[in-house]
């Protein structure tokens, strides 16, 4: 849903600034159209970005070769996450990671389940490109890894912008695949829901967007609801 | 805080954008160099480090810069391998390093759940209270990402644990060190920062 029908969701400045305020732990960055439009994302605001904020942020969007991802790590962010580019050429991973260490690089895999298997989908942020990439997700998550993804974030693409929580089934799976951080995206409609995430697909973090830019939840209420529910949070 | 001349030491491959952030949303200048003349008249000295020990150590050593740090006498920050390097040895690559605090870094050893880089939000132990670690309070979180750390020592002021305790901050005569990223650990590294630059 999100990736068919983008919300303009205001200054990122301001949002980042709130979200900061309000003690998210980390904020990513999506330039979504970059991809398969064949551009990368927009560095001038990364700079800003940087200036603002004092917790760590990771860019997302058309990074398809080392000194493009030189550029937004030089500007100040922390890591940098590829998805499609990644798909294009696998090769990229292991560059990068070689370049600056695992811990910089990110890999996002949008995922959908196609006939009781999950399929790496690709080109996700443009409804004409959007395709299978031929993959499959837990091949690809092991493949990511040994090419030395340093972190994967999993977005379960029929559970995004729906909010009615994470595909539990589908994170679990890969959870027993994957040794390095990982992240879950896609789905999340309350506090419950990431509690239910940490607790069930034993994930690393979890990533929500809609729900906040919508203000349905807050990001302090959540700390809180969280804290309620025994999941330890940073105060 | 006009009269605070920082210098971050330039060229041990670090991206210093997020650091100069920072300090400049602390009120404070920084000059990046890695001329002597600079870093000898600063009033504080930051020795960023992002990579592998032994490239920073080479390239602190093509700078003849393994020789000045030891013998400065102002406050001196190292910030993750930074402080690493003011140890005497790294099993990094078997890099002997600067020397100021005995001591080597060792490999955190990967377990399940448990993966090498330590990279995330992680509590403080604070081990000895001061200056350097002013309105710090137990338990607060910093933001960590290295492989290799400290084991306790007579330099730890505060600590933290990861499979096994190490040093999360260090002071040393005028050398004080944190392994964790400051510009990325919002209120509690932005205090320590203030912290250092008052000293």
């Known amino acids: 849903m999100r990736f068919r029908n983008h919300r303009i969701v205001g200054d990122i400045l301001e949002l980042a600034a709130r979200y900061r305020d309000e003690g998210a732990d980390e904020l990513v960055f999506y330039d979504i159209s970059a991809s398969p439009e064949g551009r990368s ?27 493009e991802a030189d550029e937004v790590l030089a500007a100040g962010a922390e890591k940098i996450s590829i998805n499609s580019p990644a798909l294009e050429d696998p090769d990229l991973i292991n560059a990068l990671s070689e370049r600056f260490g695992a811990q910089c690089v990110v890999v996002g895999i949008d995922s959908e389940t196609v006939g009781g298997e999950y399929r790496v989908q690709q080109y996700t942020g443009d409804s004409l490109r959007i395709r299978d990439s031929g993959r499959n997700t837990l091949d690809w998550a092991d493949e990511v890894q040994r090419r030395g993804a340093g972190e994967i974030v999993l977005n379960c693409m029929a559970s995004d912008g729906v909010r009615q929580g994470y595909d539990i089934a589908q994170l679990s799976a890969l959870r027993k695949r994957c040794h390095v951080p990982l992240v879950a995206s896609g789905g999340a409609g309350s506090a419950a829901h990431i509690a239910e ?12 967007a809609s729900v906040f830019h919508s203000g349905e939840l807050t990001i302090a209420n959540l700390r809180r609801e969280l804290r309620l529910l025994g999941i330890e949070v940073r105060p | ?31 990046v ?56 040895a790294s099993e990094e690559g078997n890099t002997a390093c600067l020397g100021i605090i005995p001591g080597r870094a060792d490999r955190f050893e990967a377990a399940v759940g448990r993966p090498v880089p330590h990279m995330g939000w992680n509590t403080l132990k604070i081990e000895r209270p001061g200056e350097f670690l002013e309105g710090l309070a137990q338990n607060d979180y910093a933001y960590f990402v290295h492989s290799y750390a400290l084991k306790l020592g007579d330099a730890t002021v505060a600590s933290s644990d990861y499979g096994r305790p190490f040093s999360a901050c260090v002071q040393w005569r005028n050398f004080y060190g944190v392994q964790f990223h400051p510009e990325r650990s919002a209120k509690v590294g932005s205090r320590l920062l203030q912290n250092f630059l008052g000293l």
């Open chain 1, 41 to 67: 994302v927009d560095r001038a605001w990364i700079w800003r970005v940087a200036r603002t904020l004092d917790i760590p942020f990771c860019v997302a969007g058309g990074i398809r070769s080392v000194s």
């Open chain 1, 197 to 208: 995430v940490f607790r069930t697909a034993n994930v690393d973090a979890a990533l929500a």
């Open chain 2, 1 to 31: 805080m006009s009269a605070t001349e920082v210098v971050i030491i330039a060229n041990v491959g670090a991206n210093i954008a997020s650091l100069r952030f920072a300090l400049e949303r602390l009120g404070a200048n920084s000059l």
């Open chain 2, 33 to 88: 160099s890695a001329d002597a003349e600079h870093i000898r008249n600063a009033t504080h000295v930051i020795l960023p480090g992002v990579g592998a020990a032994a490239d920073a150590m080479r390239r602190l050593r093509q700078m003849n810069l393994h020789t000045l740090i030891p013998s400065l006498l102002q406050p001196v920050l190292g910030i993750c391998l930074g402080m690493q390097l003011l140890y005497e």
